[in-house]
T-cell receptor, first 112, second 114 residues
């Protein structure tokens, strides 16, 4: 079992650009959540996808959007990047109704 | 809205000593509480969870936590620290009973010295 896999592992982008991060959930999981972890902080919930729809959303602007595909994999898109978007982006997968989320290794995004 | 507060951003213990990491929660409804560990350049790994069953919860790697409603606490303990326990520890809460919208604390970095 490959667990939760995220790509790429590291990324450097310029202010104003757009970025897409990818996540493949653990086998058998149908729900994907995205978190932003700034340096020295705890993860902050961005949004969650289930059955290809956004089910819950945290306090993030519309520049942050996502998608879930029929195979349950997911993408996080961020438009008009700001320096403050520099962070570790974590993907977590779970089976709907379960209390346990499994996290990927994250994508380290640096905006310069 | 629910929240957690982790007291102490850094904790240092000697190898073999007791580990105590503090977490207090705030929630208007019965919470579900979690402890996660994060090693450098890694994602989060679940240590243990409280889901309204037993108040004393045992997790992996010898860690345990006790849910105390009267104190709104969910402190993490381990009787004897090992060098491999050095990491960042996060307390998290959700009110839905499922793995959705976890609210994390700011984390406690555990240092283990010889």
């Amino acid at each position: 079992d490959a667990g939760v896999t995220q790509s790429p592992t590291h990324l450097i982008k310029t202010r104003g650009q757009q970025v897409t991060l990818r996540c493949s959930p653990k086998s058998g999981h149908d729900t994907v959540s995205w978190y932003q972890q700034a340096l020295g902080q705890g993860p902050q919930f961005i949004f969650q996808y289930y059955e290809e729809e956004e089910r819950q959303r945290g306090n993030f602007p519309d520049r942050f959007s996502g998608h879930q595909f029929p195979n349950y994999s997911s993408e996080l898109n961020v438009n008009a990047l700001l320096l403050g978007d520099s962070a570790l982006y974590l993907c977590a997968s779970s089976f709907s109704g379960s209390t346990e989320a499994f996290f990927g290794q994250g994508t380290r995004l640096t905006v310069v | 809205a629910q929240s957690v507060t982790q007291l102490g951003s850094h904790v240092s213990v000697s190898e073999g000593a007791l580990v105590l990491l503090r977490c207090n929660y705030s929630s208007s409804v019965p919470p579900y509480l979690f402890w996660y560990v994060q090693y450098p350049n890694q994602g989060l790994q679940l240590l243990l969870k409280y889901t309204s069953a037993a108040t004393l919860v045992k997790g992996i790697n010898g860690f345990e936590a006790e849910f105390k409603k009267s104190e709104t606490s969910f402190h993490l303990t381990k009787p004897s620290a090992h060098m491999s326990d050095a990491a960042e520890y996060f307390c998290a809460v959700t009110i839905t009973g499922t793995a959705s919208k976890l609210t994390f604390g700011t984390g406690t970095r555990l240092q283990v010295t010889l």
